[in-house]
């Protein structure tokens, strides 16, 4: 679908852009990241990246590239007033996380706060191309990295998972919150029936 094909073209867009602000610079991200132990290797790895303290630095760079208002308002990166007719930034001074489908296609971003604001994490919302119930963060390297050892370990959240990977465990994927959903459940039928469940004890939990 070509709308669809659009949305993944700017998520890999700002992908890049968040993850040029990591690294050409000395930011907050980053000294964020290393603090947490991870190392540039990893880092690179995962694409992680660095959102502005900026309204509108994400939109004028897809602007500057030759991207539309109207190909950015529904793609799930901007909020949109639509009595000022105003499209901003959604992610601003956060870490960013690409979240990637089975398939290593950049579908949507998680962000982590570096300040007091909330929410400490911010999620795109569900669009064409991603739906928080129905996907597991790391699962295309789950995949690329354990096609003979058939069992997951499931971990609520993107730092859990990196920070196993750093370590050489690679056969993990996350539920992207607390509680696993029937259809993350379903996805991962596709691939094994032995999973590992490694959450905080006081929050484990399966959604129906």
């Known amino acids: 679908m070509e709308k669809s094909k659009k949305f993944q073209d700017i998520h890999v867009e700002a992908a890049r852009f968040y993850f040029s602000n990591l690294i050409k610079s000395k930011n907050p991200g980053y000294e964020y990241l290393?603090?947490?132990?991870?190392?540039?290797?990893?880092?690179?790895?995962?694409?992680?990246?660095?959102?502005?303290?900026?309204?509108?630095?994400?939109?004028n760079y897809l602007i500057s590239i030759g991207y539309k208002n109207e190909d950015?308002?529904?793609?799930?990166?901007?909020?949109?007033?639509?009595?000022?007719?105003?499209?901003?930034?959604?992610?601003?001074n956060r870490v960013m996380f690409p979240i990637f489908d089975y398939r290593g296609n950049v579908?949507?971003?998680g962000g982590r706060v570096l300040d007091d604001s909330l929410p400490k994490y911010l999620n795109s919302p569900d669009t064409l191309i991603f739906n928080k119930r129905q996907n597991l963060y790391g699962l295309n390297f789950a995949l690329k990295h354990n096609m003979s050892e058939r069992y997951f370990v499931i971990v609520e959240g993107y730092m859990d998972l990196i920070s196993l990977h750093q370590h050489g465990i690679t056969n993990v994927v996350a539920s992207l919150g607390t509680a696993l959903t029937e259809n993350q459940s379903h996805l991962i039928k596709r691939y094994t029936k032995d999973v590992v469940l490694s959450y905080d004890s006081d929050s484990a939990g399966v959604a129906a």
């Open 34 to 59: 290393r603090k947490r132990g991870l190392d540039d290797k990893i880092i690179k790895k995962f694409g992680l990246g660095y959102s502005l303290d900026s309204w509108n630095s994400l939109m």
């Open 72 to 92: 950015l308002i529904e793609c799930g990166l901007f909020g949109y007033k639509s009595e000022t007719k105003k499209i901003y930034d959604k992610f601003r």
């Open 107 to 109: 579908i949507g971003f």
